[in-house]
């Protein structure tokens, strides 16, 4: 059974595995869950991504972006499973052996497309929690529910890896921006037109 988290805690995936008394994964998938609420509006369409950021807090370039438009980085390193338009999430996965050196951070986000023309924001979302499991196995090692209310953002950084003491930990973030996905992106150093 997955260990729980609560908004803003950290954990080592090496304390992860030594709790769970399994191997330490080196392959990971980040799964984005949620639950759009019923409305008479347009349908929902969320969509996962994941942006690796060096110790300034910003991607190297464009080609540190992985999203549904580009689903590998780093000769995959870093692998989108595929856009989700029906609800219920994605799954990002991370190699953690070989993502780049020069990536401290990898950051999962999730979006609202067209979100400013179908008027809808985190707010109108429910049970969105996320899901560290070890690729090899399916094993759920972390879970993370996103309680807040974000009835005005139309962005959420849902979690983050990073590195710490030669490995990787993981920070349970939970945090909502406004803007959509140009916001986010611009602010991590993602040119977004």
Same mark, same amino acid.
């Given at each position: 059974?997955?260990?729980?988290?609560?908004?803003?805690?950290?954990?080592?995936?090496? $304390?992860?595995?030594?709790?769970?008394?399994? /191997?330490?994964? /080196?392959?990971?998938?980040?799964?984005?869950?949620? $639950? %759009?609420?019923?409305?008479?509006?347009?349908?929902?369409?969320?969509?996962?991504?994941?942006?690796?950021?060096?110790?300034?807090?910003?991607?190297?370039? =464009?080609?540190?972006?992985?999203?549904?438009?580009? $689903?590998?980085?780093?000769?995959?390193?870093?692998?989108?499973?595929?856009?989700?338009?029906?609800?219920? !999430? %994605?799954?990002?996965?991370?190699?953690?052996?070989?993502?780049?050196?020069?990536?401290?951070?990898?950051?999962?986000?999730?979006?609202?497309?067209?979100?400013?023309?179908?008027?809808? /924001?985190?707010?109108?979302?429910?049970?969105?929690?996320?899901?560290?499991?070890?690729?090899?196995? !399916?094993?759920?090692?972390?879970?993370?529910?996103?309680? =807040? =209310?974000?009835?005005?953002?139309?962005?959420?950084?849902?979690?983050?890896?990073?590195? $710490?003491?030669?490995?990787?930990?993981?920070?349970?973030?939970?945090?909502?921006?406004?803007?959509?996905?140009?916001?986010?992106?611009?602010?991590? !150093?993602?040119?977004?037109?």
């Amino acid at each position: 059974m997955a260990i729980s988290l609560a908004k803003g805690q950290r954990i080592s995936l090496e $304390k992860v595995a030594e709790d769970l008394g399994i /191997t330490l994964p /080196t392959v990971v998938d980040i799964e984005l869950h949620w $639950k %759009e609420r019923a409305t008479d509006g347009k349908p929902f369409d969320l969509d996962a991504s994941l942006l690796l950021l060096n110790e300034q807090g910003k991607v190297n370039g =464009d080609f540190d972006f992985c999203c549904y438009a580009q $689903k590998t980085l780093h000769k995959g390193a870093v692998v989108h499973q595929g856009d989700n338009r029906t609800g219920g !999430g %994605e799954t990002i996965r991370v190699n953690l052996a070989t993502v780049p050196a020069n990536s401290t951070r990898a950051v999962a986000v999730v979006t609202i497309f067209e979100h400013d023309l179908r008027h809808q /924001t985190f707010g109108q979302v429910d049970d969105a929690y996320v899901l560290l499991k070890d690729a090899s196995t !399916g094993t759920e090692l972390l879970r993370f529910d996103l309680t =807040d =209310d974000m009835s005005t953002q139309t962005a959420m950084l849902f979690c983050e890896l990073y590195r $710490k003491n030669n490995g990787w930990s993981f920070n349970a973030v939970g945090q909502g921006y406004e803007g959509g996905l140009k916001a986010i992106a611009t602010n991590y !150093g993602v040119d977004v037109e």
